[in-house]
């Protein structure tokens, strides 16, 4: 098939993107004690001049104690912001688009057998597993200053001179939490027997992310139905669920909704083809990003143990774009393992794609 879907410019608010895809945000750990180094500006920058529409950082985390469960991740304030700025004007050096990931990991562990918290661990109910109560859920005060903290990060975002925000509100961490009824079991206004009751603290997150970056800053919210800590797990299991989950943050401020899922083709909804990404869009009626083992043949939760990938057809994906159920796609381990994966797409050198292999986490090629 004819790869020109995938070239076209797309707008969102005063930002034009030159082409339908964007850098998936993957967590590389090299920043040590969280401040990015000039390896890590360059991997984002050989990306941009591989001819990424959009680049999303990997997550970088709000200041809060235990934000994040790994030293090497970043964050993104105090002696940071410099070193971001940097990020920023070597990939707008290259002709490039760049959005920070803004995360906070809540009450999911470290990797390491171990591991322990870097400080006071927020969860709405301090839980680690539905039923698994290991920590004191967040106070009233704990709440404010970490929405306050989503905001401040969004403000320097800005400041710095990025392109656009991405929230982290999937995967099971902090904001997933919230909407997950099997982590947030709170009677307060922070939780609640239903969805909607859930969203409100990822709605004011978002206010506050808008607030920060002001009107005319995309803000993206990157969402998944699946937690790592289960793979099956669903917040929403009706369209109708669907929008009671997705309305208020659209109106809080969100203009685009990043779906994320394991593989992109799976069908979301039963009696339908459409996957999450292509649902969002149909009920919401925002811009949508699609993601999830696109351009390659397996899945990335088998790269974690060990498993490669072969370049894979991108017809399918293509023929949804096409039909317009959604509006750009992520690419992750394709463009890690391949920094000049989108020319090649668009120039049609295919036999030149790149297998992925695990040993491509181990470095910022």
Known sequence: MSVDAL?????????TLPNRIVMAPMT????????PTSDVA??????????????????????????????????????ALPQWK???????????????????????????????????????????????????PMTEEDVADTIAAF??????????????????????????????????????RWGGPTIADRTRFGVEVVKAIREGVGDDLPVILRLSQWKQQDYAARIAETPDQLVEWLAP??????????????RFWEPEFEGSDLNFA??????????TITVGSVGLDGEFIAAF?????????????????????????????????????????RDGRTSELQNFEREALATLS
């Open 7 to 15: 070239f076209q410019p797309f707008k969102i608010k005063n930002l």
């Open 28 to 35: 590389r750990s090299f920043s040590p004690n969280g401040i």
């Open 42 to 79: 360059g991997y984002y920058r050989r990306r941009a001049e591989g001819g990424v529409g959009l680049i999303v950082t990997e997550g970088t985390v709000i200041e809060r104690p235990a934000a994040r469960n790994d030293v090497n991740v970043p964050v993104f304030h105090g002696e």
């Open 86 to 136: 940097s990020v920023v004007d070597e990939v707008h050096a290259a002709g490039g688009l760049i959005a920070p990931q803004i995360w906070h990991v809540g009450s999911a562990r470290g990797q390491g057998a171990d591991w322990t918290p870097l400080g006071k661990v927020d969860s709405p109910s301090g839980f680690t597993l539905p039923g698994k109560a290991k920590y004191e």
């Open 151 to 188: 905001g401040k990060s969004a403000r320097a975002a800005r400041d710095v001179g990025f392109d656009a925000v991405e929230i982290h509100g999937a995967h099971g961490y902090l904001i997933d939490q919230f909407f997950w009824g099997g982590l947030n079991a709170r009677e307060d």
């Open 249 to 262: 943050l659209s109106d809080a401020g969100v203009d685009v909704f990043h779906c994320s899922q394991r």
């Open 278 to 287: 292509g649902w969002t869009k149909k009920l919401i009626g925002k811009p």
């Open 305 to 345: 143990g060990g498993e490669g990938s072969r370049p894979a057809s991108l017809d399918g994906l293509i023929r949804r774009l096409e039909n317009e159920e959604f509006d750009l796609v992520a690419v992750g381990r394709a463009l890690l393992a391949d920094p000049q994966w989108v020319n090649k797409i």
